[in-house]
């Protein structure tokens, strides 16, 4: 049972990647996020989608760069990101949320994925 992402790689300064997080023997159907560290920085969470109604939320930085998507059938979730910034830069990770609601805390997340890294040159 686990996460994996991917989709990460060095881009230019207004490129786009799109991630992917596929969940292996279980069915991604629960409340997902990304979350992203970048050198000496904390964890932190960028994108979060419910289980209920797919709503989804952004950190403001992210807003408008990036779009969170799921394919239940694929157990699949991407993180779209577009006019990608520099500041972007760091290991992008998926998780799965304790619970039916989102949070951007790590310390909320059930299960851990595999990051994936992304680099953004200026």
């Known amino acids: 049972v686990q996460l994996q992402a991917s989709g990460g790689g060095l881009v230019q300064a207004g490129g786009s990647l799109r991630l992917s997080c596929v969940a292996s023997r279980f069915t991604l159907d629960n409340t997902v996020g990304w979350f992203r560290q970048a050198p000496g920085k904390e964890r932190e969470g960028v994108s979060c989608m419910e289980k209920t109604d797919s709503t989804t939320y952004y950190i403001d930085d992210t807003k408008g760069r990036f779009t969170m998507s799921r394919d239940k059938a694929k157990s699949t979730v991407y993180l779209q990101m577009n006019s990608l910034k520099p500041e972007d830069t760091a290991i992008y990770f998926c998780?799965?949320?304790?619970?039916?609601?989102?949070?951007?805390?790590?310390?909320?997340?059930?299960?851990w994925g595999q990051g994936t890294q992304v680099t953004v040159s200026s």
């Open positions: 998780a799965t949320i304790k619970g039916a609601y989102c949070s951007g805390d790590p310390h909320f997340v059930y299960r």
